[in-house]
Structures are given as structure tokens and as C-alpha cells.
């Protein structure tokens, strides 16, 4: 079920420079359905309005981008709050994007190299959009960016790779990141294993049996967590 909103939240996307957002944001090339990326906009609009303790100005980071369409929305959120979100992916494709698998665009593939590239897709969303102000860009591993990374965050979205591996490596690199106070989301969360990949369903059941996330809203297959502990700096770490 969808996250609850407010009478006011609901309106605010219905007029003005938040709804041209989630225009262009429904218009981008993505995987993401509009109730859950809506959602995503609320879920961030709250964090940035709220005052997350060491987590000032407010900073929000994206695990995953592809052509753009989670930026946006986040993007919004960060325009309207004062927030910066970082954008981080190595634009490269994950494993579900490559040859031969079920989510494999071949006109997004570089001929020159024979790999996948969406940051030139990305880029032109974000000009286009106007956000270039509110968002950076960061091409590189996420694992690597979070083991150089100690900013407190008020935001953390995870949408990267959805294999054991690389969705662990987000999660142990990035949710300790985030601020207590602060919110974890986490995207193709599917209780059904006929519905999709168990591993963000892997991560958020390990974010909520830590014992320092609690449920915070969801919308579809997007989970929204708060951080209310920390209890071990270990504890998100632990993977099965």
C-alpha cells in the first residue's frame, strides 16, 4: 500500500515546479512506476524538511541512476528542500542490463567499446530537467565512493545492481552512512520470490532485524525505512 500522505504533500505535487518535475520525471527512460516514484518525491521531501542531527545541510545519495528518471524525482526533493543529491553509478549497466538478459537496451550500448552506457542519457535528463544545480553526478563503484565516504546522510536510495553481490556491497557500504533520524529507501523489494530477486528483499528484512530501521511507508515494491538506532557499527554489515 501506498505510503500515507498528506492532504497538503498530495497537493504540492499537483501544481507548480514539483509537478513539471514529475512530468519529466514520468517522461524519462526508467523502470520505475510513477505511484513509486512519487512515493520516492514525498519520502525525500520529508527528509529534506526535517532536521536530521549531523545531517545538515541536508544531503541525500542514489545507489543507481541509468537515464535518470530516480534522479528527478529525487532531484525535486533536493531543489525544493535545499538538499544536494548525489547521483552515484558507473553508468555501465548492471547484470539484469547486459546481453542476453531480461532488461538488456541495445541502443544504449557504446559500439566503440561494446558496454553499456547510459551518463550521456543521464546528463541530458538532468540538463533538461534544469536540476543541474541541485544534483552531481558521481560515475564510479558505489562500494568504492561509500569506503571514502563519511558525511552523515538524511536520504540514501538503493536501486543499483540486484545481484547477491553487488546489492550487499550497497547496503554494507551505505546504510551506515545514513544519519539516525535519517531514511533508508530500497527499490524491487518483493516479499513473492515469483515476483522478483530476493536480494533487496534480503536488505530490507536485515535493515529492519538490525534493529535500527523501522518501516516508514511503501508503494509497490519501494520500501521507505527511518533510522531510530545504532546499536553496532557492524550491524548492517552481516549478509547471509
Known amino acids: 500500500m501506498p505510503a500515507a500522505a498528506s492532504p497538503a504533500a498530495e497537493g504540492e505535487l499537483q501544481t507548480g515546479r514539483l509537478r513539471a518535475l514529475v512530468d519529466v520525471a ?12 512519487e512515493a520516492l518525491l514525498r519520502a525525500a521531501l520529508r527528509a529534506g524538511r526535517s532536521q536530521v542531527e549531523g545531517a545538515e545541510p541536508p544531503t541525500f545519495v542514489e545507489i543507481g541512476a541509468w537515464c535518470g528518471k ?21 553508468h555501465r549497466g548492471s547484470e539484469e542490463n547486459q546481453p542476453g538478459w531480461e532488461h538488456h537496451e541495445p ?6 567499446v561494446g558496454r553499456i ?9 538532468i540538463t533538461g530537467a534544469g536540476l543541474e544545480s541541485s ?35 550497497d547496503f554494507r557500504g551505505w546504510s551506515p552512512r545514513v544519519a539516525l533520524g535519517g531514511w533508508l529507501a530500497i527499490h524491487d523489494v518483493f516479499p513473492n520470490p515469483a515476483d522478483g530477486g530476493r536480494p533487496p528483499y534480503e536488505l530490507y528484512q536485515a535493515a529492519l532485524e538490525s534493529g535500527e530501521y523501522v518501516d516508514d511507508g511503501a508503494c509497490g515494491s519501494l520500501r521507505v525505512l527511518r533510522r531510530v538506532a545504532r546499536l553496532h557499527a557492524a550491524s548492517a554489515a552481516a549478509a547471509p
Not at 107 to 112: G, K, M, P, W
Not at 150 to 163: E, M, N, V
Open 26 to 37: 514520468r517522461g524519462t527512460r526508467g523502470f520505475m512506476p510513477d505511484d513509486e516514484g
Open 70 to 90: 530516480s534522479t528527478v524525482y529525487l532531484g525535486a526533493a533536493a531543489e525544493a528542500t535545499g538538499a544536494v543529491l548525489l547521483s552515484i553509478d558507473h
Open 107 to 112: 541502443d544504449l550500448v557504446d559500439t566503440r
Open 117 to 125: 552506457d547510459t551518463l550521456l542519457q543521464w546528463r541530458n535528463t
Open 135 to 169: 544534483v552531481v553526478g558521481v560515475v564510479g563503484d558505489s562500494a568504492t565512493v561509500a569506503a571514502r565516504w563519511d558525511r552523515p546522510l538524511s536520504f540514501c536510495f538503493i536501486d543499483g545492481g540486484h545481484g547477491h553481490e553487488p546489492a550487499w556491497a
